[in-house]
């Protein structure tokens, strides 16, 4: 008896997982499945200053998937610009870049989201005490990077609270410039998402203070070719199985990113 419950549940377990890596047949066959990220946004992905390795939580994450749907990873480098010509042509099979999941995307790609984030305004240190409230940045020069929807929410944030005084938004090349630019004293504040945040301030301690409460929700998604459904479900039933069995919250733990944990994974689809 005790033999035919052992073969039966081993039996359910090889069906679980036959529906779990239900992949399209040409990532079957290669055995691998291409990412693209640029590693240049950590903790998510950057490399690793003593090693040139890649590192950060979509390297864990990503790696963790492939071994839940059998297949290896081959991560891909490229720049922000080629993201969605890459995954319209078929460059590559997905992006995990730390790359947020807008409805404007949803032509090209559809996301399976797996972090909650959020924009955030931060300040020196130095001049934390002249910003006790979220408030005290209207008027003021607010940086981010321009590449983002950063500016779109920070200039809805102004017109809801700044009134006839709004926040002076100053486009940068990216969140390190938008940093440069706050310890040079050419912007008052900037804006960087939650999640990496607190990972910078711990880079450079007593350089950056928070002011108030992220001001907008957002969402972190695994980019998938828009038509490829199996993929996208497959993808999806990969990332429920590391949220149930504690892989998931162990990675958030490693990189200091719980606060930005989701419960399931959601797909979200164009057309």
Partial sequence: MKRILVAAALFGAMTVSALAIDLPPEI???GSIKIALVPNYPPMEFRDPATNALSGFDIDLGEALGRKLGVKIEWTETSFAEFMPSIST???????SGFTDYASRHDIASFVDY?????????QQSRASEFKDMVALCGKKVGASRRTMF???????SQKNCASNPVQFVGTDGSADAR????????????????TLPYVMDLEP???????????TQFTGIALPVKEKA????????????????TYKTLL??????????????????Q
């Fill in 115 to 123: 972090l909650r984030s959020g924009p955030k305004f931060f300040v």
């Fill in 206 to 216: 007593g350089t950056y203070a928070p002011v108030g409460d992220p001001f907008a």
């Fill in 180 to 195: 440069t630019q706050l310890r040079q004293g050419r912007i008052d504040a900037a804006v960087q998402g939650n999640e």
């Fill in 28 to 30: 079957t066959k290669r």
């Fill in 90 to 96: 078929g460059r590559v099979d997905a992006i995990l």
């Fill in 253 to 270: 733990a490693k990189w200091k990113l719980t606060d930005n944990a989701i419960e399931k994974a959601t797909i979200n689809a164009g």
């Fill in 231 to 246: 993929l996208q479900q497959a993808v999806a039933d990969a990332l429920d199985a590391l949220i149930a069995d504690g």
């Fill in 151 to 157: 500016p779109a929410e920070i200039d809805k944030w």
